[in-house]
Structure formats: structure tokens, C-alpha cells
């Protein structure tokens, strides 16, 4: 793992404290919603030289305040970089934080995060350890997140690190706890606080108490440069403690007092091969003293499913059981609270392939790194292939490990030869990168060499044969490989297992020339719109869509080339950023319309839920009754209702209801 300098020789390093008595183990949270900052010590470095830092308590929404630290540029370089603190003066061994990173500047080389055990505080004087975010640690916003040793207020090394790139326009939850010698940080996505998107460690014994902070500073080489020299990061809910919540995901652990929000979700995000008949649950946590539990709108594949969820509340829990799941699907679900919750949001992804249709008839999988080979060849029925742990070859006459593509022909690749050998453990002779799992974490044991490689959830056809799952990686934007196939005549949903931490266009194109022969024409069939996991071994099954959004339905049959695609451009940003493991092609599914949604004219609104007032009419909806009875289904409204009448006018069905 390449690592850099973080701190510059005349960088303060202040800190916002714990907030809590030591030895008294309270729990302090801030959420600056009073929109001030009183009891803070704010400290601006550069007004000696005309450049001070601005403190601001912006607006999120209604009664809701968070905290902005604005390090504008210095005009003259010997003032050190930009750079904003704020600190109260309690002091900590042990402890455990937690924040919200609202909002940042994604273009600019910055750091900000928390000083964790900070001493000493003074130009160049700085001891402790830091928790900081670099979202240009590599050119195009690729980011990461580290444990860093401070000493002098001069980078003194890493002791843990993960390469993370956080998505603009997100909100996430920065979590970290330090014991003895043991650091451990986890970092959440607002859209799904039930599972970390990345955890990382490190281990150090140089300094062991000291203060807890916030701080940002520019850490690239335009320090002056008034509109890239910056540094701006908005700080909200921050949660100090002496020692972690009884467990992570706890409500003590995100601090968000009087709002529930979801805790639990099952199966997990990015989970694979579920079983469909274990169904869904989700688990709400609420606050004390909320006197009802709140309306929770469940979707399932962009279907409100909310009124086949079974709902019980247990004392401050609420719990959500969802039967009617269908095996072999893949399912991107939501779960929406109140409009004014911070966390009212959840999304996540899982899916229920079963290992036996995997490998049936019915299902065509294509390995990312089985593209063709010696000018247009290829295997119809490849057998899973690799080397086990030993170093043993697995079924190299039938399978595709080792064999040798040619360029322009079977694939397109910026490199001209093979990578490093971890990056070329398949395909060894082409610089095709074909790793076995991705790597993207390490500690302190790994800075001097290769990352440890992570794989995909293991499928029983690799784990039986004792080999890994083996992926393409390292790519850049435009490369491409093509994939031939007999394939069984049919209508096909398809599906491109993989993981990034970049959002990508990703196409699926068939080859309608010889793909024995050069400058070969394609045809488009679709697209993977592979949304940013934080990750590169965060892996998900996205599905192919065409250019409107809707899911692809592919009819296809016979000797096929297929060629996936890096996107249109050559962009940093993109490049070395994505794992992809395989192609699915599944017989397509058959979706029943959705009904229209509901218009309610003349509604009211009460905590959220809309609630018919007498007289009001619901329009453009299909609704088979009879008159009189009372409509199990109105509950997603709020309340039951009695039909008083039913018009059929310009075919348009109104009905119109009295409220109870």
C-alpha cells in the first residue's frame, strides 16, 4: 500500500475534547442544534496573517444545525497550509467517538478527522495520534481513511489504513475506539447505519492519554492558491465516550436522541446466496418517550410492499417481518421513517440465488477472467479452474487459467505487460489484472508489502475444488474484454457481480463482427450502473439496464461474443477503482405492474401519515369493492375508511370515503 505525507512542518493540531469528565464514564453528545458552539475554543492559526479561519453553525433543515470548519488559503506560503481547530481541554486514555462527516470539498486535497490523544498542542509541538480522511490521496478523488502516529505536529507514520472513497452528496459515521494499544475505526454510510462499509485497525504504544479532536487542513503542494489551497468540512452529531456502547449499533452508539432509525436489517447489505424462505426482517430502534411507533413505507424493488409486513413493538423496538420472498432474485430494498428523521432512509441489497441453480442448465455464468483467448477462441463449458492454497493447478486442460489473449482481439488493455504477480494470478501472461479476491485494506504489517486480498462470498463450485474466487481489477475507463458463449435460446435478465468505490457506467455490448478479427463493431445491449460501495470488495449484483433505467430483457440464443466495457472515458476518477467476479444471465422474471400511485386530494397530515378528511376523493386508481365495506388497504393512508360511493367518468374510478 503507497501511504504519504499527511502533515506539513508548521500544522497545529488542536482538539475538540471528549466532552465528559475522566474517570466518570458519561456519554456527551452534540448535535449544535441551539446553532452555537458556546463552551468550544476555536482556533484560527493564520490570523497573524490575514487568513482566519471561518466557524459556522449551518442549517440541515428544520431545527437541525451542524458545525463547519472553512480553512481558507494563506497569501504567503511560509504560513503553513489552511488549516481550522475548535477544542475543549478534557484529556483521555481510553475512549470511543463518533461524528458525522456532513459535507466536504471532494475536490480538494484535504484531511479532516479526529486527533485522538492529542498533547502538547502548539506550533510543532504536537503529539498523538490522528483518524483522518484524504479524499485525494490518489489523483480523481480515490481516497483514503488512516491511523496515523503524530509527533513534533509532523507525520510520524501509519499504523492502519483502508482505501475508501466516500460518495458527495452522502452523509457518513465516522466511528473509532481506542484501548491501550488498539486502534479501531469503522466508517457508515447514513443509508445503511447497520453495517460498516469498511473496518480497519491499528496498533501503537507511543502515547497513551491525550485530548480527542476535530481538525482539517489542505495537505497538497498549492497552499496559496485561493480556490484549490482550501480546507472545508461540516461536522454534525458528535458522540464522546469513555469506553464503546454495549455493542456496535446500539442507540448509544449514534446518538441521534428523540429519532428512531433502523438498526438492523436481515438479510444484511450485499448479503449473498440467502435463503428466500428466512425472509426479510428489519428492527427500528425508538426513542424513549415516543408515544407511537412510527410509520415505516417498506419498498422492495422500487414496490411498496409496507402492507404485507408484519409489525410488533417490544417496549423502545420495533420489528418488521416481510414472508414473501422468492428465490433466485436479487432485491434492492428501502426502508422510509418520518420526512424529519436525520436517518430516515435505509437502502440495501441482497439476494437469493441458490447454489444449485447457479450451476443448472437454466443459468449461464460468465467469470470475468474466462474472456477469450489466441484470437477469438473459447471454452463453451469451462470447468472452474485456479491454483488451491498449495499452489496446485486445478483443471488447467479445461479451464481458462493461463491461457493467453491477444490484444485488440480478446480484450483492450492500457498495459502492455502482465502485472506484478498478485495482480496476474490467472491470466499470468496478459496484462489483464486477474487477482484472486481484491485488496484494499491493510495494517501495520502489510505497509512494507502486498495488501491481503479479500474475496467474494466463496461458491460452493470454487470451495469444493479448494481454489478462490478469482476477479478482474486494476481497470481503466474504456478497456474491455470479450466473452463467447453457445448459448441456450431464451429471454434473459443479466447481472454483473462486482464491487467499487466509484460510481461507473459499466456496458455489456455483443460483438456483431468476427471476434477473430481486428477493429471489431459491437452492438449495445445495456448497461451496470455500479454505484459507489466505499469498497473495492464490497461486492453487490447489479443489474444490466438500458439507457431509460429499466431493467434489460435479452433474447439471445447460439454462438454470442459478449464484451464488457470500462465506461466511455479514461477518467482518474474511475480508474483502479472496481473488482469484477461474473457475468449472470438468469431466465428473465416476469414483473407484475405496479398500480398506479395515489392521489389524495384534501388530505391532512398528521406526524407524517396522510390522513383522508371527510368528502375526500382518491383518484386514478383501479379498486374492485363492495360498497360499504371497510378497506383493509386504506390503512397505508393512515386509517381505515368507509367507501360511500364509486364513479366511473371518462375512465377514470374515483371513490370517496367517510373517515371513522
Known amino acids: ?18 466532552l465528559t469528565t475522566e474517570g466518570l464514564g458519561q456519554v456527551q453528545i452534540e448535535h449544535f442544534n441551539d446553532g452555537n458552539d458556546a463552551g468550544w475554543e476555536r482556533f484560527s492559526p493564520l490570523d497573524a496573517v490575514g487568513t482566519s479561519s471561518i466557524f459556522t453553525l449551518p442549517a440541515l433543515g428544520e431545527g437541525n444545525h451542524a458545525y463547519r470548519l472553512q480553512s481558507p488559503a494563506p497569501a ?10 475548535s477544542n475543549l481541554p478534557q484529556v483521555y486514555s481510553n475512549f470511543y467517538a463518533a461524528m458525522d462527516i456532513v459535507d466536504w470539498n471532494n475536490d480538494v486535497n484535504q484531511a479532516f478527522g479526529f486527533l485522538l490523544r492529542g498533547d502538547n498542542i502548539g506550533l510543532g509541538q504536537t503529539t498523538g495520534y490522528v483518524m483522518n480522511y484524504d479524499p485525494q490521496q490518489a489523483s480523481g478523488a480515490r481516497g483514503q481513511i488512516q491511523f496515523n502516529i503524530v509527533t513534533g505536529e509532523a507525520d510520524a507514520g501509519t499504523i492502519g489504513a483502508a482505501d475508501l472513497s466516500l460518495e458527495p452528496g452522502h452523509a457518513y459515521r465516522f466511528v473509532t475506539e481506542v484501548m491501550g494499544d488498539t486502534f479501531r475505526g469503522w466508517v457508515y454510510d447514513h443509508l445503511d447505519m447497520t453495517a460498516p462499509i469498511v473496518t480497519y485497525s491499528g496498533e501503537d504504544n507511543l502515547y497513551d492519554s491525550g485530548q480527542v479532536g476535530l481538525f482539517n487542513f489542505y495537505r497538497g503542494g498549492d497552499a496559496t492558491d485561493p480556490d484549490l489551497g482550501i480546507a472545508d468540512t461540516t461536522f454534525d452529531n458528535i458522540h464522546t465516550a469513555e469506553e464503546a456502547p454495549a455493542s456496535l449499533g446500539s442507540f448509544a452508539e449514534y446518538g441521534f436522541a428523540g429519532q428512531p432509525y433502523v438498526v438492523h436489517v436481515e438479510p444484511a447489505n450485499r448479503a449473498a446466496y440467502q435463503s428466500a424462505s428466512a425472509g426479510l426482517r428489519y428492527t427500528v430502534a425508538l426513542p424513549e418517550g415516543m408515544l407511537a411507533a412510527p410509520t415505516v413505507r417498506l419498498s422492495i424493488n ?39 428523521t436525520v436517518l430516515g432512509r435505509t437502502e440495501w441489497t441482497f439476494d437469493t440465488f441458490e447454489q444449485g441453480f ?20 473459447y471454452l463453451n463449458t469451462p470447468d472452474p479452474s485456479g491454483f488451491t492454497a498449495a499452489g496446485q493447478g486445478v483443471n488447467t486442460a479445461t479451464g481458462y487459467l493461463d491461457r493467453e489473449g ?16 498478485e495482480e496476474a494470478a490467472f491470466r499470468a501472461f496478459d496484462p489483464v489484472r486477474t487477482q484472486a479476491g481484491s485488496s484494499e485494506t491493510g495494517s501495520a504489517a502489510q505497509f512494507s508489502g502486498a495488501d491481503p486480498a479479500v474475496n467474494d462470498s466463496h461458491r460452493k463450485a470454487m470451495s469444493d475444488l479448494k481454489i478462490p474466487e478469482y476477479q478482474v481489477t486494476g481497470t481503466r475507463g474504456t478497456e474491455w474484454m470479450n466473452y463467447t458463449r453457445d448459448l441456450p435460446e431464451g429471454i434473459y435478465n443479466v447481472y454483473l457481480r462486482a464491487a467499487g468505490r466509484a460510481t461507473q457506467d459499466i456496458h455489456l455490448d455483443e460483438v456483431t463482427s468476427d471476434p477473430k478479427a481486428y477493429d471489431q463493431t459491437t452492438h449495445r445491449l445495456g448497461s451496470f450502473n455500479l454505484p459507489n460501495m466505499g469498497m473495492k470488495f464490497n461486492y453487490r449484483f447489479v443489474a444490466l439496464k438500458d439507457a431509460d433505467g429499466a431493467m434489460t430483457r435479452l433474447n439471445l440464443g447460439g454462438v454470442t461474443t459478449l464484451r464488457i466495457t470500462m465506461g466511455d472515458e479514461d477518467l482518474n476518477r474511475v480508474n483502479n477503482t472496481s473488482a469484477l467476479n461474473y457475468l449472470l444471465l438468469t431466465p428473465a422474471i416476469e414483473e407484475t405492474p405496479e398500480e398506479p400511485a395515489i392521489s389524495v386530494l384534501g388530505s391532512a397530515t398528521v406526524d407524517g401519515i396522510y ?14 369493492v363492495p360498497a360499504g365495506e371497510n378497506m383493509q388497504f386504506f390503512k397505508i393512508l393512515g386509517s381505515p375508511g368507509i367507501l360511500k360511493s364509486v364513479t366511473i367518468e371518462d375512465n377514470t374510478f374515483s371513490v370517496q370515503f367517510a373517515v371513522d
Do not use: W
Not at 3 to 18: D, E, I, Q, R
Not at 358 to 377: H, M, P, Q, R
Not at 406 to 421: T, V
Open 1 to 18: 500500500m503507497k501511504t504519504s505525507n499527511h502533515f506539513h512542518g508548521s500544522l497545529f493540531l488542536l482538539a475538540l475534547c471528549m
Open 76 to 85: 504567503i506560503d511560509a504560513a503553513g497550509p489552511a488549516r481550522s481547530f
Open 302 to 340: 422500487g414496490r411498496d410492499v409496507s402492507g404485507q409486513v408484519n409489525t410488533t413493538l417490544d417496549g423502545s423496538t420495533l420489528h418488521g417481518t416481510l414472508e414473501a420472498l422468492e428465490a433466485n432474485r436479487v432485491y434492492d430494498a428501502t426502508i422510509e421513517l418520518p420526512d424529519n
Open 358 to 377: 447457479l450451476t443448472s442448465e437454466a443459468v449461464v455464468v460468465i467469470e470475468a477472467e474466462d474472456y477469450n483467448f489466441d484470437g477469438g477462441k
Open 406 to 421: 491477444i490484444p485488440e482481439l480478446d480484450f483492450f488493455d492500457y498495459s502492455e505487460a502482465p502485472g506484478p504477480e
Open 611 to 624: 390522513l383522508p378528511v371527510p368528502g375526500v376523493v382518491i383518484e386514478n386508481m383501479r379498486l374492485t
